[in-house]
C-alpha cells in the first residue's frame, strides 16, 4: 500500500526508502533530460558591464525570470502570511503569485503588494458559482 501511495504522491529522497533501485533510475531520467535541454555554456572574456537579465512573459516585460511562487495558507508559517510576502515582493520588484489556498484576501493582498506585479493562480473548483465569487 505504501509503495503504491509512493509512486503517486513522492517523488525525490523519500523514494530512496520506498524503491532505490527505481529511484536511481528515474534520477538519471531527469538528470539526462536536463543535461540535454539546458546547458550551461561557459563564454570566457566577454564584456558583462551591460547585463540584462529581463524576459518577456504573456506581452509583459519582467526584469528578472524570478517570481514568487503560490504557496497557499501561509499563515502557517508567519503571522503576516501573504500579505507580508506580497510586500516584500513589492519591494524587491518580484511578481507575486497568490494562491487559490491563500489565507489573506486578494484585497488584503493587492493592498500590501501596492503597484507591484501579482498574478493569480486558480484551481478551479468544481462550483461555477464559486468560480465566479473568487
Known amino acids: 500500500m505504501l509503495e503504491e501511495r509512493g509512486d503517486s504522491f513522492l517523488i525525490g529522497a523519500v523514494l530512496f526508502h520506498i524503491e532505490p533501485q527505481r529511484n ?11 543535461t540535454n535541454i539546458f546547458q550551461i555554456i561557459p563564454r570566457m572574456l566577454r564584456d558583462t558591464s551591460r547585463r540584462d537579465l529581463s524576459v ?37 520588484g518580484v511578481p507575486f503569485i497568490l494562491s487559490t ?14 503597484n507591484g506585479r501579482r498574478w493569480y493562480q486558480l484551481y478551479w473548483p468544481q462550483s461555477d458559482e464559486f468560480t465566479i465569487s473568487v
Not at 528578472?64 to 495558507?73: F, N, Q, R, W
Not at 489556498?101 to 501596492?114: F, L, P
Open 24 to 34: 536511481r533510475l528515474h534520477e538519471n531520467i531527469v538528470r539526462s533530460f536536463v
Open 56 to 92: 518577456k512573459l504573456f506581452g509583459e516585460t519582467y526584469e528578472t525570470p524570478i517570481l514568487v511562487a503560490p504557496v497557499g495558507v501561509q499563515s502557517i508559517f508567519h503571522k503576516d502570511g501573504e500579505v507580508g510576502v506580497a510586500e516584500a515582493a513589492a519591494e524587491l
Open 101 to 114: 489556498a491563500a489565507s489573506s484576501s486578494i484585497e488584503e493582498v493587492a493592498k500590501a503588494n501596492g
